[in-house]
Every structure is written in structure tokens, then in C-alpha cells.
């Protein structure tokens, strides 16, 4: 800890007065927009009229909606997907990275490179690599033996090609923090355990893992924060289709709301999300209480 | 034996970090070699030119005389503006109020620091549809204003989460010393504990500016023509009447380009910006 | 991070009470604030007499359009002739089309900023005239021009019944009690555009269009005879759908607005286009993803050899612009087409709205209009404008259809965007062989009837 200037706190007002900045943003950017939102999802608002007070109208036509529940599902593919595979692709080139020593510089900065790119520009590499005719990653499964698949106009693929592009763009970032994770294992418990005879394998699954899961679990929560925010690729790759079937939720309220002009369902889907994350970090955060003490 | 065992291994490390490596960074290098081809070598893998005749044209007279928002340099500057303004305000703010945090017993003292870190946790669309309502009605669509002041909440829960780490390793002791001497509080923070934060503002600022220079949901929602930033014009004009893939290669060049050498260059500060807390030591 | 005393957890819900009651207060406060009540306007037939003013107006307009190159020769003209004229001077915003729609509606909210719009017709001016925001411009009209100067088929799509505030069938041809929300400016439509030294005789029907496709057609040189948008999203391949549901006799809304498309005629029209894709294989394989740009991309590229694209999408300078020619679309029932557009329309809550006229009248005017038409090759309106196009060209084509009686108009609904969207997914489903046309269809109305139940307009 820094310290606490507690002596010089006389009317201990300064804090406050040093926080108001922070505070004045944060309630008309938050505070204020999400209870207006709140608001607004209790009438019948759209962009061609206006029939005044519904109450909860708007809630149960959301949450019967069969779109909206499809956005979910859709959503749920997407982040268990991608967090998996970003997981433990991360792990193995944290491992892996671990070894090298030459060229650590280099290597994390080319590393890096794909984070600090707008999404709407990855979007659009992989809108070229995925086209069926002349996308690399068509001319290059055949060489390996591969079919040739039609990425984003068959519902089977697209999803998970919208996933891919999230994994490419953001493995890099669990691998530096699980590698971080990784070098910040003290050597000596692994020399300890060498010499009461431990293979690699098994000091990998008891001093490693465990080791790391602090650092995995922000990686993870990072992560999941970031997958449920995901809008950018969707417009580029696939804008929603085909069908439904990457109507990711942020680009689906979004779409509610503004094309199809559904001003205040669109406020209620928003409320519902907030509460959904709500819970769900609810529950990671007691997690974390439990597994940390 | 052994020896040879592990330099295998090791040879093989270095293998599979290769092919690791040219998996995340051929993409944007094939991408960017787009940019330096003619239309009709887009398709081939290699190209049978190079030429630079997308940037002259992006930069100085736009590629379609019917739009005039593909010249390029207006996208450019919205962006560079919109991204450092905000960048600066949220900064400034959470500066102040990590420090608040960290040095003062207040009332509330835990209950912001959680409830500004698990803003971090609210997807933005939340908080899009009712501001667009809300500057739709007030008619800021489309202001530089009105997307800058937006721009600055993203940044609050990074920037705040970092620096306040950064302000528990920077003694209070310091601020102290210079009290006693006869400094005032605010002479004293901007004096004494300002300077070693510098390492903590450079890492939380260039987050917190690449956050902002790459944003595209508010930027494509709250505005039209006026205050496009970059990747709205790469979304929207682009395809304005082809799907021009040198054109959208050289917009996204010069998008990329000067934040991937930027990023070489600060690349420690990234990296430890975002390892940050990561690591509870 | 200290962790919180236990003794919290109670309080903790007493809190969270509190502070949701005060979230719907503020949100309470902010929006009695920021929106007086609107109430939904009642559309009344208007006979508010607006006299024409004697006296030069003087003042500024604000103009909205999206983005042509007629737009650009109208401010070189506003600058040389009209200003001067007038004494009015004119702020023009154009946007690019794919900002347009987004731009013009949320400039309905509140008062409006812009004197003039040239609002269009399918996408915003609908929800427009569904709101009360535009003025009705009868009086105006029948006073400054004849109603017979104008291509029926497009007068009839900014003229509305009396009284009603929507059209399931686009049209009002009835032009002594209509009420006239707009003036028409710019029309577009869906010619074929072909290959002349491929396609001998351009097809007059589908079925010619398919024997002349299946021979052209060769995979392995990556050469098709047909191309369509197939793309769900931003109406794309209800473009397609809609030009061949038209052709094979169906129509989107009977007038009740109940769903009319899932009869024989739209089951086989639908069959027809998802044929084309999945069992003649005539059109490139990734059509399902394809949007309006990226299939004259195909067009331009000379890798398929016929296209119905928007008539007023430029071909530019390549070099099948010299081998390619545009004509009607084919002929089923109906012609194979749909006509959409820009009107001139004035809000209701301009500031300057004789200002706003006088610009529509000068814009409209014979002098200027032989510019625009004549030497920039811009849409047709009035009747005295046929004489300058040329046979062949898009402009001469896209006349020809809108002049006829039979052509498509889509709905006047102001949630076009909302039904559109909900259609296409699943005949894009249908198109991709996901499911049977038959069941696409039966979904597709059942989605459109609870589109148009949720907006109430049902």
C-alpha cells in the first residue's frame, strides 16, 4: 500500500472533490443513459410513434421472442467456444514461449500485434481469407488435404468462423498473461520436485495448473467480458447471417434498435443483458471469495 | 545424450514458435501487401506489380469522384482528434481519482473501486441505445463533441484498475516529506507523486488510446459524415460502389501501420500495461 | 482489495432496492425532460390552404440527400442560378447512401433541422408520413405544375389514399383525392443488363433467361450467366426475391396488410430463384452472401454474362460497359421489376417551407431539368424529360419500366426495414437448401405477421 495521508484530511471533503471529475462521467455516461433506459423500456416507443406507459409489456415480448433466445444460444456458442480455444491454445504457446529465451522482445512484439489493430481492419482480413474463391485459407486446405468449406454462407461454419476471428486476434493476450503466470512460479519448487523424482508431466498438472489459475481465471474473465461485447466482426463478416445463426447479442440489440427503429424492446433487451452479466459476475466474484479465501 | 535430447526439444520449441508467430502476423502482412498492388492482382497470391498509387490517391483526392467522404484525410483527423481528446480526459480523471482512492480513508473508499471496476463488465451496447436516443433527441448526432465525451467512459475502467495499482506502489511517504517542507496537497501530487506515475500514465494512456482509435459500434451509431473516425470509414465508404479491396487495404495500411510501429516501440509498456494485477505476487 | 465485513450481505439488498427506484426516477426525470409527450399524429386530409407567397421569400433552406452525381450538378446549379434568383441561399447535406437512412431518421425526432428532404420512398419517407412529420403538399403541387406532366407510375408512389397512413401495394394512382406527401426527384428501377456480344436477343421471360444462362455457364472457367444478391441483410436479397415474386404474380401485402406472398404463384416464384442457385447452378457459388455492389462487382469483372441491377448504379469505365446493354426485365404475370425512389417532401415542422418550394420548383424546371437530364443522364420525372435518353442505356431502360402499369412498388409501411429482414432469413435459409421453399415461406409469414402485429399495424 501507498499509504493513507490521513493526518491532512481535515474536512475530508479533498477526496471527494479529487473523484467528482470521475463521478461526473461516469453518471452521465452510465448512471444516467442506463436509467433512462430503464425507463423507456416501460413504454411503447418507436421510431414512428410513441403509444405511451406498457409496463412490463416489452420484457415478456423480448423474453418470448424466439430471436432473442436465439441471440442468446447463439452468443453462449460463440464465448464457451472461443474462451476454450483461446484458453488452451494460450496455454500451450505459454508453455512454449516459456523455453525461449532469444528473442523475447521480438517475439512479444509481434505478439502483440494483432490486440492493437481496430477490429473493423481484422474484420476485413478475414473477410478476404475466408472467401470461398479466392481466400487464403481456401487455397490453403487443400494442400493439406482439406476440403474447401464455404466459411460464412453455411450456418454450420459461420459462427465458428466468426470465433476464429476473435482467437486470432486475442490469444496472444492469454498467452502473455498465462506466460506472466508462468514465470512468476518461483524455479525452486519445480527443482524440488524434480529431485523427489517428478516427471515434467506431472509437474506440470500439480505446481503449474494450479498455480496459474489466478492468472487464468482474469485471462478468462477478460475474455468473456470482451466475447459479450463482440459487434465489429459480425458487420464486417456476416452482418447476423446466414439465417440467424451469428446474431451475436450485442449486434442483435443494436440491430433491434436502430435499423428497425424498436426503441424501447431494445431498451428492455439491454436491461435484461445487464442483468444476465450482473449475475454472471456476481457468481465469478464469490468464486474467486471461495477458491482465494 | 541427454544433451541432445533437450536441444531437440528446444529446436523444436523454437519451431513451433515460428509457425506460432507467422500464424498471428501473416495475415496483417499479406493484408498490408494488398495495399501496394493493383485491383486486378488482388486475387492472385502474389502480385505481378507494386505500386503506391492507392495511397496517392486515398490521401489526396479520394478514389470515387461521386463520395466525397473516401478522401481519406478527414476519417484521419476525426480519428486522431476524437481518440487523443478523450484519451487525455479519461486519464486526467482517473488519475485524480486513483489517487483519491488510494491515499484517502473516506466513506465509500471500496464500494467506488468495485463499482468502477465491474463497469468493465457492462457490454457498451447497455449504454449506446439510450445516449443514441438521447443525442438524437438533443440533435449531437454526428458532433465531434458528443462522441468524444462517449469515448471517455470506456477507458475509465482500464485506465483506473492500472493506475490505481500503480499509485499502491508509489510510497506516500514522498508526498509527505514534501508536506512537511511546506508543499500543498495538490503541489505535492503534482510535484513529487506525478513523475514516478509516468511509467503507469504511458502504459494506461496507450491502452486507453488504441481502446478509442479502434472503436467502431458508437462511432458507426452516433455519427454520419461528419465526425466518421477511421473504422467507420473503412466499414462504411469503402464499399461504396465496389468492393475495392486495394482501397480498403491502403485505409487500413494507414490505419494499422503507425500503430504497429508505435506498438514495437512501446511494446514493454503494452505488455506490462496489460499483465498488470494479472499477477497477484 | 480488502474483502467487504459479512454484516454487509442484508443491507446489501435494502441497497440495491433503493438505488433500482432511483434509476427509474432519474430515467423518469431525464425523459419528461429531454420529450414533451408526442402524441401520435392523426394524418387528416389536408385542406389547410398554403398560399404561394408573391414576395421573394429570401432566407436559407437546409436540404438532406444521400449521395449521386446529380446532387453534385444540382449545387454547382443552386450556386449559379438559384441563389441569385431567389435570394435564397441553401445549405445542401448529402450523405453517403449507406449513412442515409440512419441520418434521415433520426432527424425525425424532435423538430426538424432540414427545410427539404428528399426522402426516400421506401426506406424513410413512409415512416415519415406514419409519424405526421411531412407536410402535405397538394395545394402546393396542383397550383405550380400539372399532375399530368409527371410519369404516373412515380407520382403514384409519393401520393397517398385520404386519410390512411399506409399503402400495402405502394401505388395511388387515383390522383384527384390523393394526398401528395412529396413531389417525385429521382427514380430508380430494375433493368436487365447484359452482354451483347453473349446474348444476342436480351430474354423477354425467365424461362429464356434460364436456357440462355445454362448455356453460358462454365464452372471451370469460373464464368456464370446469372447473378443475384443473395445477402439477408439491408434488403439485399429481398431485392431479388421481390423484382422475381412480382414477375410470378404474388405480391408482399394484400390490403388488409395481411401476408400475401405464400400462394402458388409466390411458391413457385421463390422455387424459381432458389432453383437458379441450388438445381441449375447458373449463378457463382458464394450468391448467398452476395449484396447489390458485389454482384456488379461480378457483372464489371466479366465473370457472369446477365445481371438486374439498381438501373442508376453507374457501370463506369470497364470494359464490358462496351459490350453491355440494359433493357426491360423479363416479363412473368408482370414485369420482373420494382420502382423506388427520392421525393422531394418538406416537414412538417420546417422553419423555412416556401423557401423549401420554390427550390422544387426551380429544381424541376424545364431549363435546369435539360441539364440534369439531358446532359448528366439523371432519372426521368416528368413526361417532357423522355426525350433525352437514349435507347439502350440504364436511363432508357429504367423510363421504360416505370412508365409502365405493372411494375412493383414495395409496401408504404414505416417498418419496411423490420419486415424485410425478418423474410429473409428464411428464404435465405431456403436458398442455401436448409429448408424446403414451402416452409420458408410458411415462416416467413408467420414472421411477417408478427412483425407487423408487434408495430401495430396489423
Known sequence: ?293 | MVKKKIKISLLLAYVLTLFALAFFVFPIFYYVSLSFRYEKDVLNFFPTEYTLDNYITLLTKGVHEESPYDIFYRPLLNSIIIASTSTLITIFVTVLAAYAVDRFRFKGRNGISFFILSLYMTPPIVTLIPLWDIAATLHLIDTHIFLIWCYTMFGIPLSFWMLRSFVMTVPSILEEAAMVDGCSRFRALIYVTLPLLRPGIAAASILVFLLNWGEYMFAGTLTSHEAVTIPVAIAKFGFWLTVDWTTMATMSAIAMVPILILAAFIQKYIVSGLTLGAVRG | MSSEPKKVDRRKFIYAGLGAVALVAIGAAAYVAMNPPVVTQTVTTSTTVTGTSTTKPGGSIKILSWQTPIDDMYKKLIQEDFTPKTGITVQYDTVPWGSYIEKNLVSMKGKSEYDLIMNNTEWTMPAWVYSGGLMPLNNRLKQDFKVDDFLPGFLGICAYPPGQKVKPTGYYLNFSDAVFYGVPYWDDAQPLLYRTDLVPEPPKNWDELLSIAQKLTNPDKKFYGYVFQGQPKAGQLYDAWFAVLHGFGADIFDDKLNPAFNTSEGIEGTQFLVDLYLKYKVVPPDTPALDSTATLDYYKGGFVAMIIPWGNSPLGDVPVAKVSKYDIAPVGKRVSARTAGAAFTIPSTASNPDGAWEYIKWALSPQIRAKIVGELGAPVVLKSELAYVKQGSNAWAVAQEVARNDIGVNPAIPNLTEVSDALSVPLNQALIGQISVKEALSQAEQKVKDVMKAAALL
Not at chain 1, 126 to 131: E, G, H
Not at chain 1, 139 to 155: A, D, F, H, S, T
Not at chain 1, 193 to 200: E, Y
Request: charged content about 10%.
Open chain 1, 1 to 293: 500500500m501507498g499509504g493513507i495521508l490521513s493526518k491532512k484530511n481535515p474536512k475530508g471533503f479533498t477526496p471527494y472533490f479529487l473523484l467528482l471529475p470521475m463521478l461526473i462521467v461516469v453518471f452521465s455516461l452510465f448512471v444516467y443513459p442506463v436509467s433512462y433506459g430503464l425507463y423507456i423500456s416501460f413504454f411503447d416507443i418507436t421510431g414512428y410513434y410513441n403509444r405511451g406507459f406498457v409496463g412490463l409489456d416489452n420484457y415478456i415480448k423480448v423474453i418470448s421472442s424466439p430471436s432473442f433466445l436465439n441471440s442468446l444460444s447463439v452468443t453462449a456458442i460463440y464465448i464457451s467456444f472461443a474462451l476454450t480455444v483461446e484458453f488452451l491454445f494460450g496455454l500451450c504457446l505459454a508453455i512454449l514461449l516459456n523455453k525461449i529465451t532469444i528473442g523475447s522482445g521480438l517475439i512479444k512484439t509481434l505478439m502483440i500485434m494483432p490486440m492493437v489493430i481496430a477490429p473493423v481492419i481484422v474484420g476485413l482480413i478475414f473477410r478476404l481469407m475466408y472467401d470461398y474463391t479466392y481466400g487464403v485459407i481456401n487455397m490453403l486446405l487443400p494442400v493439406v488435404g482439406l476440403g474447401k468449406q464455404n466459411w460464412l454462407v453455411q450456418p454450420q461454419t459461420a459462427i465458428f468462423a466468426i470465433a476464429g476471428v476473435d482467437i486470432w486476434e486475442w490469444t496472444p493476450f492469454v498467452t502473455l498473461i498465462l506466460l506472466a503466470g508462468i514465470k512468476s512460479i518461483p524455479l525452486d519448487l519445480y527443482e524440488a520436485s524434480s529431485i523427489d523424482g517428478a516427471s515434467t508431466f506431472s509437474q506440470f498438472r500439480y505446481i503449474t495448473l494450479p498455480l496459474l489459475k489466478s492468472s487464468a481465471l482474469v485471462a478468462v474473465i477478460f475474455n468473456f467480458m470482451r466475447l459479450i461485447r463482440t459487434f465489429d466482426v459480425v458487420v464486417m463478416l456476416t452482418k447476423g447471417g446466414p439465417g440467424e445463426s451469428t446474431n451475436l447479442i450485442s449486434y442483435y440489440i443494436q440491430q433491434v434498435t436502430i435499423p428497425h427503429m424498436r426503441l424501447s424492446q431494445g431498451a428492455a433487451m439491454t436491461q435484461l443483458l445487464l442483468l444476465l452479466v450482473g449475475l454472471i459476475s456476481n457468481v465469478y466474484i464469490i468464486y474467486i471469495r471461495k477458491s482465494f479465501g
